[in-house]
């Protein structure tokens, strides 16, 4: 009877055991999968935030800019002022532009560089259509001999001047890189800032100024 009884008692000690721990192992699981969608929940959280804050950053970017281009849109040029072409010749803008549109990409020795280089390998694709003649680098360099190495590791062909003195632009961009067009009338048109982490809308402008060079080529 005993034998019974301990037999009895031991496998009840065994179930209760076996219930315990399977409790324990639910509850175990249960808090480590909380913790991890919980962790799950807060990267998520983190990534909309972030990109909230990135949102906000192009909206002020592009607003700013967009305030830029209206101010600067359609000014008369100085197009008396000097430059110089990187074997030192100095010239007048008013030489670059003759009776044609030209599209100039005005750079500083202060530019963001990987903005450059994200525009010029954008460019690449289009210069051709828009004809090598008809686009040119401004820069402000203060030694020339930077401008030359820049030059130097450009793929694409187009004749690089140095700005000796302010050509007239009614707001300082900084240096910030720009695009611009200036007509025959030595007016400003087409300005277009870029940003490197929208490389669409590079590419937008240049597939509007490519019809307006078309038609301005058969005019």
Do not use: H
């Not at 807060?42 to 935030?49: A, S």
């Not at 599209?103 to 010029?120: G, H, K, P, Q, R």
């Not at 694709?125 to 003649?133: F, P, Q």
């Not at 001999?145 to 050509?167: A, M, S």
């Amino acid at each position: 009877m005993k034998s019974k009884i301990f037999n009895i008692n031991t496998q009840s000690n065994f179930l209760c055991i076996l219930t315990i721990c399977i409790a324990v192992f639910i509850s175990g699981y249960s808090i480590s999968n909380n913790i991890k969608q919980r962790n799950e929940l807060l990267e998520y959280d983190d990534k909309i935030n972030e990109y909230q804050d990135r949102v906000q950053f192009l909206i002020k970017t592009i607003s700013t800019r967009e305030y830029l281009v209206q101010k600067a849109q359609l000014t008369e040029l100085n197009t008396n002022a000097q430059i110089t072409s990187l074997n030192g010749d100095t010239i007048t803008l008013n030489d670059l532009i003759g009776e044609t549109d030209k599209l100039f990409f005005t750079i500083s020795e202060n530019s963001c560089s990987a903005c450059i280089d994200i525009e010029m390998s954008i460019l690449e694709n289009y210069v051709n259509i828009i004809g090598n003649n008809n686009v040119i680098i401004l820069a402000s360099y203060k030694n020339l001999r930077y401008l030359k190495l820049f030059k130097q590791q450009l793929k694409i062909d187009i004749d690089i001047y140095n700005i000796v003195e302010p050509i007239g632009f009614p707001i300082d961009f900084g240096d910030l890189p720009f695009f611009y067009v200036i007509n025959s009338s030595n007016k400003i048109m087409n300005l277009f800032i870029p940003e490197k982490s929208l490389p669409n809308l590079s590419k937008q402008y240049y597939n509007i100024l490519i019809d307006e060079f078309k038609i301005n080529q058969k005019e």
